[in-house]
Nanobody, 118 residues
Framework: QVQLVESGGGLVQPGGSLRLSCAASGSSFRFYAMGWYRQAPGKQRDMVAISTSAGSTNYADSVSGRFTISRDDAKNTVYLQMNSLEPEDTAVYYC????????????WGQGTQVTVSS
């Protein structure tokens, strides 16, 4: 019953910044976890950043210190502020939520392309 709407992807030069947004609808309760994964061409889908309803966050080593995840539970929205972007950050970024209102269910966004190139 949850739908995710992503925005903010695009083309940016190395060293630039982007802010991804993912708005979730279909539930009136806060989500257990919200975050972002990414998948580059020829690679598996990897976790980028996760935020839980308990307030914890987790980042991939490759983005730690450059990316910041935040969430607005009133809007059921999660953000990913990406600074100091590198060509290696180029990937399709997928929003991810875990809903445990009744049972544990995982939902994925359709993905938004982030391209870092000069």
């Amino acid at each position: 019953q949850v739908q995710l709407v992503e925005s903010g992807g695009g083309l940016v030069q190395p060293g630039g910044s982007l802010r991804l947004s993912c708005a979730a609808s279909g539930s009136s309760f806060r989500f257990y976890a919200m975050g972002w994964y990414r998948q580059a061409p020829g690679k598996q889908r990897d976790m980028v950043a996760i935020s839980t309803s308990a307030g914890s966050t987790n980042y991939a080593d490759s983005v730690s210190g450059r990316f910041t995840i935040s969430r607005d539970d009133a809007k059921n929205t999660v953000y990913l502020q990406m600074n100091s972007l590198e060509p290696e950050d180029t990937a399709v970024y997928y929003c991810y939520v875990v809903d445990r209102t009744y049972s544990s269910n995982t939902y994925w966004g359709q993905g938004t392309q982030v391209t870092v190139s000069s």
